[in-house]
């Protein structure tokens, strides 16, 4: 008990501690707030933008909206995808270099193309985060769909069990811990990947709100968006891995942790 | 004269490989009668695996005939147990879900096997841990739910390949004495697999001696020591005279192999 609180302590009291010297450090080297604000600047322009104005709402349910759709979509094809070629030899020899291929090509290098092709609104968003996701949800899959230990799946085959009976009760279980690490790097780039889409070109969001505030030199909204963003991306990883410790119950809670780190 | 329940004559199996062919078993026969409890006892390589496999028919022999209770074998055979050298259970199941894995796979209803696969946990005293995860278990224990597993569907012939293999000495001595004393409540046919000398005299009816690579019978030794064998066994003098008779021949084979090369 006394272990979790300092858990919770220590980095809230680190967080302080970095955020006075801030403070201090713009004040003491006259640093001017168009460059760095000062910690209650930005907490004041949260607090307009969230309580008083309520403008900033709109943004983040929109990042929201692009990041949650884009996200189930390209998960929702990555694993069907995943779970073909896993189960093909012949598929797999097909189309695996192909999608290797198109693995190395940085995703949001194509975001104005997207942009192009679904237009200026959500969609063009949506198709870029479903494709950015699409690669490490995909990759786990396979490779989790592949790992299942051979010895049970002789077994099964020695009872004769039929194909998709032995996909829902060895195969898939046996992935679900990589699918899972493959979900935790996916959320991560699904936020990259709606945020570089809005900079693109946007009229909503909160990757519209940075760039409209960075022309107006309203660094303080800046920051209040970057803050927005970081409250997301940790509020749906922590929501993954919540799903995670429930559904991989039997696994430890150790390899989402290395995957994360592995990836930003 | 009933028919042997597992049966395999002049076997071979070859294997094509990167570097030509590799004959893994040759003109190997063995039976296994009724209720009868055979170890094959052989050196690393001699295509132990491969036998399983071709046992359960899981694998087509390259040459031979391979029959259980006089029918030849063409396919996956349900009738047949099979217990690994690892426990190999499913971690997102329970001990019972475990054991009912054959029912489900067969696609039989599970609420109607649930009395038998009560009855096996206990037989492997796992009572009161129906509901517990294979990973709360000891590596004993998650061999026994293995063996149960094994037994779960009633299969006349057992195989099992070095089931013990991976636990400790202490728990090894301990489980060949249950697997022989549910053997002996089951009337079972076994095939066992093993490098264990020891294990293999004290479990077997009949050992069969398998030679380094491509695997064949170079002797079969029958164990006349009556059951149920206990401690007192192992330092009896018929138990001792065969182990060491499977010692020296096993270290002739090896003096042989390195004069050869």
Known sequence: MKDRALSIILPMGALI????????????????????????????ALWNGYVLEQTYWKHLRTTLYEVVVGYGIGCTIALTAGAIVAESRLIERTLMPIIVAIQ?????????????????????????????CFFPVFINSFYGLRSANPDLLRLYRAFGAPRLHVFFHVKLPSAAGSIFAGLQIGVVLALIGAIVGEFVSAKEGLGYLIQSSTLSFDVATMFAAVVSLSAVGITASSIVRFVQAKVVFWEQRDSSGATLSETV | MTEPRLSIEKLSVTYASARGKLTAIQDLSLSVTNGQFVAVLGPSGCGKSTLLNIASGLLSPSGGLVSIQGKPVTGPRPDVGIVFQQP??????????????PVQ??????????????????????????????????????????IARGFMHDPQLLLMDEPFAALDAMTR?????????????????????????????????????????????????????????????????????????????????SEKQENKS
């Open chain 1, 17 to 44: 501690f970095l955020l006075i010297i801030w403070d201090r450090a713009v004040v003491l080297l006259e640093i001017p707030t168009y460059l760095l604000p000062r910690p209650k600047d930005v907490a004041t």
């Open chain 2, 105 to 146: 796979a067969m696609g039989m209803k599970v609420s109607e096997h649930m009395e038998r696969a009560r009855s096996l946990i206990k037989m492997v005293r796992l009572e009161g841990f129906e509901n517990h995860y294979p990973n709360e278990l000891s590596g004993g224990m998650q061999q026994r739910v293995g």
């Open chain 1, 104 to 132: 190395s090509i940085p995703k949001v290098a194509l975001a104005p193309l997207l942009i192009v092709w679904f237009g200026f609104g959500v969609a063009s968003k949506m198709v870029l985060v479903a494709l950015i």
């Open chain 2, 173 to 253: 001595e301990h489980m060949t004495d249950e697997l022989q004393s549910m053997w002996m409540q089951s009337g079972k046919s076994v095939l066992f697999i093993t490098h264990s000398i020891p294990e293999a005299v004290y479990l077997a009816d009949r050992v069969v001696v398998l030679s380094a690579r491509p695997g064949t019978v170079v002797d079969v030794i029958d164990v006349p020591i009556p059951r149920p064998r206990t401690l007192e066994t192992l330092s009896s003098p018929e138990f001792t005279s065969i182990c060491n008779r499977l010692r020296m021949f096993f270290r002739a084979q």
């Open chain 2, 88 to 101: 190999t259970l499913l971690p997102w199941k329970s001990v019972i879900e475990n054991v009912l894995v």
